[in-house]
């Protein structure tokens, strides 16, 4: 493959950016250096991208390190409620989730599948504060990479139902899921922290954001 082929589809991949991992990008910075044709990993990239799906390593690197934190869960009830087996089942089947799931490792959250409902395994981050990939950001930043990342924003009652089974954003705070019209009515929008040894769902103007304040997920994945 030529030195022009490379830098062409190097042009290509620079816009669509945004849809790259870390890895990926490393990978592209890899292949300028490639005394070889390496035509095949750039389109495989590119198809990747375009998908919004991970390569066929990172979904292995993915579901290995979300069995590892399942495994290594402190809660017993859920180790004993759920088949690990069947979580990865759904998740290769639905390798869209797997790409948001990615974005929200690649983000800091740590996610984990914590939880059945119905017929859905349910994922949230975990990090034992707000993601450090995602701060800094108002309300409205936040919904809109939340949406971005293709995922729903951590409910109230899920992140105080968190802190009773640990202590978690001790020096950061979360903005939460905000019923859209509540939060049209009054411009608030929801948050959470833990300070004083006490834990708290606040209101705050949408657009005000305090050093340290990102927002964490939650991701439901039909059965297979």
Same mark, same amino acid.
């Given at each position: ?9 190097? %042009? ?6 945004? #849809? ?25 990239? *590119? +198809? ?6 991970? &390569? ?5 690197? *993915?579901? =290995? ?9 402190? #809660?017993?009830?859920?180790? +004993? ?17 797997? !790409?948001?799931? @990615?974005?929200?490792?690649? &983000?800091? /959250?740590?996610? @984990?599948?914590? /939880?059945?409902? /119905? ?7 975990? %990090?034992?504060? =707000?993601? =450090? ?24 009652? =899920? !992140? ?6 640990? $202590? !978690? ?8 899921? &905000? ?6 009515? &009054? ?12 834990? /708290?769902? !606040? ?5 005000? %954001?305090?050093?340290? $304040? ?11």
């Amino acid at each position: 493959m030529s030195k022009d082929s490379i830098e062409l589809a190097l %042009s290509v991949l620079e816009a669509e950016k945004a #849809n790259l991992s870390p890895e990926q990008l490393q990978r592209l910075a890899e292949l300028t250096e490639a005394g070889e044709d390496v035509r095949s990993d750039v389109t495989d990239t *590119l +198809k990747a991208a375009e998908k919004r799906e991970l &390569t066929p390593e990172q979904a292995d690197r *993915l579901v =290995s390190t979300l069995k590892s934190r399942f495994e290594l869960s402190k #809660n017993n009830k859920l180790r +004993k409620a759920i088949d690990f087996a069947g979580v990865e089942k759904s998740l290769r089947a639905a390798p869209e989730k797997l !790409y948001a799931l @990615q974005k929200l490792e690649e &983000t800091g /959250g740590e996610p @984990q599948v914590i /939880g059945i409902d /119905g017929d859905e395994f349910v994922f949230e981050d975990r %990090s034992a504060e =707000s993601p =450090s990939g995602r701060r800094d950001l108002d309300a409205d930043q936040a919904a809109a990479q939340a949406d971005e990342f293709g995922v729903d924003m951590q409910s109230p009652d =899920s !992140y105080k139902s968190m802190q009773k089974t640990g $202590k !978690y954003d001790l020096k950061s705070w979360s903005w939460l899921k &905000t019923d859209p019209e509540e939060r049209k009515r &009054t411009g608030h929008a929801l948050f959470g922290g833990r300070h004083d040894d006490g834990v /708290g769902v !606040y209101e705050a103007a949408a657009v005000h %954001s305090r050093p340290r $304040k990102g927002w964490r997920a939650a991701l439901r994945v039909k059965k297979a």
